[in-house]
Nanobody, 121 residues
């Protein structure tokens, strides 16, 4: 079956960096756009970033532009989220998801289980 497994979340101080990874199995990885989402306590899950099937296109929410970078390695079936200059408001459970590039922010085919990122002030 399809599995998306996130890793890399941890406690970090404000201004620090983290690199999240998502390892995919059970699907033809290069057929899917990939995205990262997050859910903070008491808030709804929100779209953070997406990357196209080939990795040539990416998009971000405004609050992370210039700080986060999404990338993928289709040979290794992995997608990453490099997070720099972290802020306390970035604290959330981060999820990766697979879907279609055009609709990924609102419609996802597969989800991972999430990894906790906590940014202390």
């Amino acid at each position: 079956q399809v599995q998306l497994v996130e890793s890399g979340g941890e406690l970090v101080q404000a201004g620090g960096s983290l690199r999240l990874s998502c390892a995919a199995s059970g699907l033809t990885f290069s057929n899917y756009a990939m995205g990262w989402f997050r859910q903070a306590p008491g808030k709804e899950r929100e779209f953070v970033a997406r990357i196209s099937r080939s990795g040539s296109d990416s998009a971000y929410i405004d609050s992370v532009k210039g700080r986060f970078t999404i990338s993928r390695d289709n040979a290794k079936n992995t997608v990453h989220l490099q997070m720099n200059s972290l802020k306390p408001e970035d604290t959330a459970v981060y999820y990766c998801a697979a879907g279609v590039w055009a609709t990924l922010p609102t419609t996802q085919v597969y989800w991972g289980q999430g990894t906790q990122v906590t940014v202390s002030s």
